[in-house]
């Protein structure tokens, strides 16, 4: 029988500068003993100072898989980065998580129970998010500047999204159970983004590929789109949407023959 | 001062014609000696080279490396430098970027390389301050600028009324005034047209309001450079760049100069050299790999290298660098605004990001993200041309080696470029895994040519610094030469061109770089942070006809939305400021 390790982590006061703790993964925790977690390093402002500045940490063997397990115990609104390029395991955090939660993730899970930050999920390959309360600017998005972002995995959010939610996206699955603001899918070439709420303007601008489903209302339409029927529990990917659904294909703003599907319940467009 | 000896090596100098003799190579006070006393050789750094080659320091005639649009491409380009980041060290600074690296970083890979020497490929009069903050900020290399006169609205009026010696005039204190070193062309008439939304796209074609033709500026900036004798020819960047089917007003664009014969008159110490150190040429064109394009469209696009390389092996008056395409990410940059619109409607599928400029009464500017892949049929072509544009040009004298950096691809792939020329074998395996049009629509398939260590020396620093007029102390190791040479780990004697990613390895990380007798990197780690000079022009001209241009000059700087008094670069916007005088009194060479 596999030992599952598990690590709880818990803020022992207040951050000041917000600390930069991509190496607080499964991976880099694996095979660590707790005094050696304590002191991996992490960055704050220009300086590397070990995990044990910041958080109390304990750590023990469960019978499991084998995996690594983290629990940060409280909030982590200050910490950034964490889980970042992660391939395995799971992270739970019983608070709010800080920028680049998840951040070019590769395969495990992370599970958020307050909110987090921009750029959750940014470049993500593989894995599964969840946060049960908002996200910031730019989630499952593309690092500044590039085409290219998210190409696999899942990332589901109970709350609300803000700009950007999947910029660039070529595959995978965003969800969010309530509304986005602007700009939700620009740049997408591929995958799934479900909107269970609103969105504020500029849905699946330049997109060339993928789909996009609005179950609520879109208060500015996107222009480079145009109308192409209407479909009966259309398929979002593997995932079939209840209702009556006005289809527009686009965004012809951008090029000459898009493949981008934007689902919009009739009567709502 | 540093006193060292370079002992042992197999001595590449192509200026003094040793063709890898081993022997000793001596440095004193920073400056190549042809021996040290018995006392100095006792307190000499010694630096065993045996098995090793040694080359004089890498001289980098064309790259883009500093000024406005470098920074363009950095600040569009946030992606570029997120994989690619050099940690800081005790002596050295950080920096990130890789087809658009920080300038520090820029300065540590160049010198990795080998590389002491790097000219600025096109500096606009107005971006000169930006340019040289830049270059001020770059460690590690000797550094200059060509400025960019190609489409001036002081010298179009010149040149359409036929006042000649008011158009030397003003590059003399256009030099003078924004420290520049040599006189850049870019497509010219043509960039004015694009003010308009148009170009030019044969030499004969008047431009909008100056109405003079791109024929009309070469030829007068060909003989404004030989007037005042600069130590570089005119760099031309020729016209239709980037067209299908250009090799031809690229062949006829050179012949514009034949009529102009080179007169290189500085009033500097000349290092000695076996080889004239002079440059033979009036016309230095800039990465040929762009101009030499065949077919009439990009269906039926091919190679016209094979043409272009035979008019420049009848001319005296060539010298090319190529423009290299090694394939990977690039960031094409330049002042040839409608070639990067042209471009950008090209690799446009999707809308990319691009950027474009009007520099006022001078040129104009564009850059754009592209990157050469080897399954694109263009791409594969363009890299069998850069390499044509090399191997195809029977003498090495008229060639220079480049990447047009970053417009072709990256200078950090100099090793691989050495690698296409010296080895038939890595061109052949690289074809395999190109697209086929790569060798079948271009000669390179069939050239047998692998260069030699010598030739690639020659290439690399002899040529590059013989050409832009500073083989008076660089690219060679003749007494008084700077103490700038490269060791590299290659043994001639087991030299072996098959075995071409030996040669790749061995030139990405010099064994030693040594810049004014002091080492200053060791296998790609940088070990020292030398001293580093900035050289620019200063001619001489008669001071009536100074007096009259000046009087032009303000007449019409009410169009600049800058004051008169703000637009000259002062002096200490350069680190050790070298000024060349040119065309003095004294007579020079």
Redesign the interface.
Known sequence: MALTRKVRLTPNGEIGIMIEAESVTPDSFAGKSESELREIAVWQGPREVPLSEFFDLEAWDEDGDGTVEILIDGDASRVKRIGQGMTKGKIEISGSAGMHLGSEMAGGEILVRGNAGPWAGMNMRGGRIEVFGDVGDHTGSA?????RGMSGGNILVHGNARSQLGGGMSGGEIVVDGSVENFCGI?QSGGVILVKKDAVRGVGA?M?GGSIAVLGRILQFTPGFVASGSEKEPALGERKIEGEFAKFVGDY????NPKGALYVREGMA | MPTMVVKNGSVFDPLNGIDGEVMDVFIKDGKVVTNLSSSELKRAEVIDARGKIVMPGGVDSHAHVAGAKVNAGRQMRPEDHIGSVRSRTDIAHSGSGYTVPSVYKQGYDYSAMGYTTVFEAAMPPLEARHTHEEMRSTPMLDMGAYIVLGNNWFLMRYFHQGEIEKAAAYVAWMMKTHKAYGIKCVNPAGVENWGWGKNVHSLDEPNIHFEVTAREVIHGLAEVNEILGMPISLHLHANNLGHPGNWEITKDSLAVASEVSPSQKMNVEWAETKVDPHRTQSVYLAHAQFNAYGGTSWRDFKSGADELAKYVNKADHVVIDNGAVPFGPATCMTGDGPSIHDLYVLAGIGGQKWSNTDIELECGSGVIPFTYLKGSPISAIQWAIGLEMLLLVDDPWKTIMTTDHPNGGVFTKYPQVIAWLMSRRARDDTAAECHKWGYDRSSLGGVEREMSLFEIAILTRANAAKTIGMAHRKGHLGAGADGDVAVYDIDPERFNPDDYEKIIRAFGKAAYTIKDGQVVSRQGEIVAIPEVRRYYCEPKVDEGLAKDMMADVREWFKYYTLGFANYPVPEKYLRNPEPIVVNGAEGGC
Do not use: L, P, Q, V
Not at chain 1, 143 to 147: D, I, K, Q, T, V
Not at chain 1, 253 to 256: M, N, S, V
């Open positions: 690092y500044r500047g590039s085409w740049r330049e060339i703003a951008i090029a000459k």
